[in-house]
């Protein structure tokens, strides 16, 4: 069966440190994997999304950047935080179009002070 | 543009209750539509998906309809239990892209014994 890690758990780090929040797939080939961020109480937004290794998408300019160095390992990086970037970060796979439904990590919550 | 609206206030309901949440769109022509279940501080979890064909969708106490005509997904909880209590998501492929999805913000679900 699939499973998907993220870590941290949680993460506070002061403004203007970087950022480095990993997610590994287990159990498939060749996953879409996503970044998205989801600030208290709102929606999710799209940071970055991949179909291959070293193929990033980016939804939203920002002081982020992801890369994909492996086929089922998404990582997501800041040089300089932001207060702005505080939020839960959730890594998600899908398999299109085999599966389009949506896998979706347990998040890293990220307080940035 | 695209957007997607749930009512974003809270739905309250008594156990042994229908809970009916709306997800209304405009700007797009979904081949599929899909709900997910998120509980406070986890990822969300895909429940259902209900194609462009398909009047409506049926998993356990779950029941998902899909009105293209009208832009418009009803998602019902038919013998709500305090156990369905969660914040609900719809979410819909965008027209221009492939492999992606975008979420409404969510409804928030509670049921009091």
Same mark, same amino acid.
């Given at each position: 069966s699939q499973t998907i890690h993220q870590w941290p758990a949680t993460l506070v780090q002061?403004? +203007? *440190?970087?950022?480095?929040? &990993?997610?590994?797939? &287990? +159990?498939?080939?060749?996953?879409?994997l996503y970044w998205y961020r989801q600030a208290a109480g709102r929606g999710l937004q799209l940071l970055f999304?991949?179909?291959?290794?070293?193929?990033? *998408?980016? &939804?939203?300019? $920002?002081?982020?950047? /992801?890369?994909?160095?492996? #086929?089922? $390992?998404?990582?997501?990086?800041?040089?300089?935080?932001?207060?702005? #970037?505080?939020?839960?970060?959730?890594? /998600?796979? *899908?398999?299109?179009?085999?599966? #389009? &439904? $949506?896998f979706f990590g347990p998040g890293t919550r990220l307080t940035v002070l | 543009s695209q957007k997607i609206e749930q009512n974003s206030e809270a739905l309250n309901i008594q156990e042994g209750k229908t809970a009916t949440l709306t997800c209304n769109y405009t700007n797009y022509s979904p081949a599929y539509l899909q709900w997910y279940r998120q509980d406070p501080g986890r990822g969300p979890v895909f429940l259902l998906l209900i194609r462009e064909n398909e009047k409506e969708k049926r998993k356990e106490r779950l029941k998902v309809t899909f009105d293209t005509t009208l832009k418009q997904s009803l998602f019902h909880i038919t013998a709500s239990q305090p156990a369905d209590s969660a914040t609900y998501l719809c979410a819909l492929p965008p027209t221009d892209s492939w492999g992606k999805l975008q979420f409404g913000a969510g409804t928030q679900v509670v049921v009091t014994p």
């Open positions: 002061p403004v +203007g *440190s970087p950022l480095s929040l &990993e997610c590994t797939v &287990e +159990g498939t080939s060749n996953p879409n999304y991949s179909v291959g290794i070293g193929q990033i *998408s980016s &939804e939203v300019p $920002q002081n982020l950047s /992801a890369s994909r160095p492996q #086929d089922r $390992q998404f990582i997501l990086s800041s040089k300089k935080l932001l207060l702005s #970037d505080s939020g839960f970060y959730l890594c /998600a796979w *899908s398999v299109p179009p085999l599966r #389009d &439904e $949506q | -």
